[in-house]
């Protein structure tokens, strides 16, 4: 349920799953686990999905360089493949944080501090909806990854 395959899409013009840009007022009354911060948990659908579009651009990218062997010497095709690795890497971090996210919205655990149990103000959770740390804590953090060097 929580894992939806990729959609194969190629123009990005559209945004996706424009269902869910208007959630009905009935459906979010009988699901409580959608209840608290709605908008956010949209953003994050949102991003995950522009994720996966994302990923499937670069990937879709790479073939086609790699199907007019002319252009792409060895060197630039390895460069290129270290460049959509670097990015897809970045970007599965990213998308599993954005997972994780949804999942604590679903066992109502967003929202709190990990470190503090406080809750997290909705600013920053708006702005930073994958976090899991309030600034104070995330400030100590912080300084004692610093410390550690
Ligand atoms: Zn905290």
Do not use: W
Not at 52 to 75: K, W, Y
Not at 111 to 130: H, N, Q, S, T
């Amino acid at each position: 349920m929580k894992t939806r395959p990729p959609k194969k899409r190629t123009s990005s013009t559209k945004p996706p799953r424009a269902v869910l840009a208007k959630p009905s007022v009935a459906a979010r009354k009988r699901s409580p686990k959608n209840g608290k911060y709605p908008d956010i948990r949209r953003d994050l659908e949102r991003q995950r999905e522009a994720i996966l579009n994302e990923t499937e651009e670069v990937l879709t990218h790479r073939g086609d360089i790699e199907a007019f062997p002319d252009v792409s010497d060895q060197a630039s095709a390895e460069v290129d493949q270290n460049f959509s690795m670097r990015i897809r890497d970045r970007e599965r971090k990213l998308l599993k944080k954005i997972d994780e996210a949804l999942e604590r919205m679903d066992a109502a655990t967003y929202g709190i501090c990990e470190r503090c149990g406080e809750d997290i103000p909705y600013k920053r959770l708006k702005a930073r909806p994958v976090t899991t740390l309030c600034i104070e804590c995330k400030t100590i953090q912080e300084q004692e990854e610093r410390a550690r060097g």
